[in-house]
């Protein structure tokens, strides 16, 4: 009863969310191209040799998880090389992440609507042998299709705040559906020891801890290499580097305000670092950089020269899949989405190229790790974009602290990778009594 009201909102819903894909298409063209898929449409061909694919389907909702789920897909792909792997994403510049690192590997494409006619379209259409969800995706309708059709549906590097648990306990018919939901998971395989608490008390019946996926990030020598390059006119003149990593809306106002504040003496002796600005997301590239001319600070981007020019105040990431060349440019990184309620982003990414990580106070997407990288002081908590200024520029001004934060970091993400080969253990000997893909 709960789900067939859940599914008739959804339904009502239909014309309020087609307008928000028209809305948000404004801003980012993409929410208005491949709309067909969004109903378990798609122009791709799900057959092959006029059989069914049997494939892997893997569902990561953004760049974030798209990033986490690299590892996971290549070694599901080891293990099962002839299967066709399927890719659903729900945002654009989510499925613009996916298509840049898998290229034409991967079948990539947005998630059907949580209706059971699209999920089923999907279904008949890719044929999974099996689902992983990353993180905590949880829709009652799809989760309903693949046990009803034998797929069986894995929740990998599942996370639960404390804050997200509340929410549903706090409201009877949503913690029974959200019950119902993890219930029909076959393996939930959770981040940390408290996340996996709360997903049980949630309903997930088999959950383990198998810790964070994003540990076994690969580090690319290319994009080493260009951030190395991008960095060589500072270093030839000794000024320092600050990224400010995926920063999202209000927070670059703020950092550029306390840029400024903590370094106006240093500009007067030509001292001030490099500030490099990476936005999380692009349709907010020209809006950033009008923040910054606003502040009267030169600015380089991206997409116009690289390297910057030695002697620019800011320069300005707007370029997507190239992070990892931005940390090693760095001398380290402040990390966004931490200075707006929002749970901060990845700075696991910042501790694999060795590069000290400051965030502000929200940080529940990452609440484990952050608790490991101040354990292993590899990471510095602030409460706001001043306080995290201010800590950068104490770091800067005493370089064997920088080298030994650095050095820890490294040490701490090495120390926590092997949560892909868990994950992909379990769903190895979870589908040992089926055929595989």
């Known amino acids: 009863m709960l789900r067939f009201a859940y599914t008739l909102l959804v339904h009502l819903a239909i014309p309020l969310i087609l307008l928000r894909l028209w809305m948000r298409g404004r801003t980012e063209s993409g929410y208005r191209k491949h709309v067909v898929e969004r109903f378990g449409g798609t122009a791709q061909d799900g057959v092959a040799n006029g059989s069914p694919v049997k494939s892997i389907w893997i569902h990561a909702v953004s760049v974030g998880e798209v990033r986490a789920s690299a590892p996971l897909i290549a070694a599901l792909r080891a293990h099962w090389p002839d299967a066709q792997v399927v890719l659903t994403c729900m945002t ?8 840049d690192l898998f290229g034409s590997s991967v079948t990539v494409c947005y998630l059907p609507y949580d209706l059971p006619w699209a999920i089923s379209r999907f279904i008949r259409r890719w044929q999974p042998k099996l689902l992983v969800i990353m993180e905590t995706e949880l829709w009652p309708n799809l989760l309903a299709a693949c046990t009803s059709r034998h797929v069986s549906a894995f929740l990998a590097n599942a996370r639960l705040s404390e804050k997200s648990y509340l929410g549903y306990a706090a409201y009877a018919p949503l913690r029974a559906l959200a019950k119902q939901a993890f219930g029909q998971f076959h393996t939930v395989m959770a981040q940390s020891e408290a996340d996996a608490v709360r997903l049980r008390h949630l309903g997930s019946n088999n959950t383990v801890v198998t810790g ?9 020598p290319a994009l080493v290499a260009q951030g190395v390059e991008w960095r060589a006119p500072f270093a030839a003149i000794g000024r320092h580097v600050i990224l400010v990593a995926s920063t999202r809306e209000h927070e670059e106002a703020a950092l550029l305000d306390a840029f400024l504040r903590q370094f106006i003496e240093f500009a007067q002796h030509g001292r001030r670092p490099l500030l490099v600005i990476v936005p999380r997301h692009p349709s907010r590239f020209d809006d950033v950089a009008q923040r910054i001319a606003a502040r009267r600070l030169s600015l380089a981007r991206r997409s116009q020269v690289s390297p910057p020019p030695a002697d620019v105040d800011v320069w300005l990431g707007d370029s997507m899949g190239e992070l990892q060349a931005y940390y090693a440019m760095s001398d ?11 749970g901060g982003h990845n700075l696991i990414e910042a501790a694999a190229l060795g590069k000290p990580a400051v965030m502000g106070p929200s940080i529940f997407n990452f609440a484990e790790a952050v608790r490991l990288a101040l354990e292993a002081n590899a990471m510095i908590s602030v409460a706001n974009a001043d306080a995290a200024m201010v800590e950068a520029a104490a770091l800067l001004a005493s370089p064997e602290r920088l080298k030994q934060m650095g050095e820890n970091a490294l040490l701490f993400a090495r120390m926590h990778r092997g949560a892909t080969t868990r994950t992909v253990a379990i769903i190895e000997n979870a589908l040992l009594d089926t055929k595989e893909p």
């Open 92 to 99: 654009p510049t989510g499925r613009r992440t996916a298509s």
């Open 212 to 220: 964070n996926v994003k540990f076994d990030i690969d580090v690319l």
């Open 332 to 342: 380290l990184a402040i990390i966004g989405g931490s200075f707006q309620p929002l």
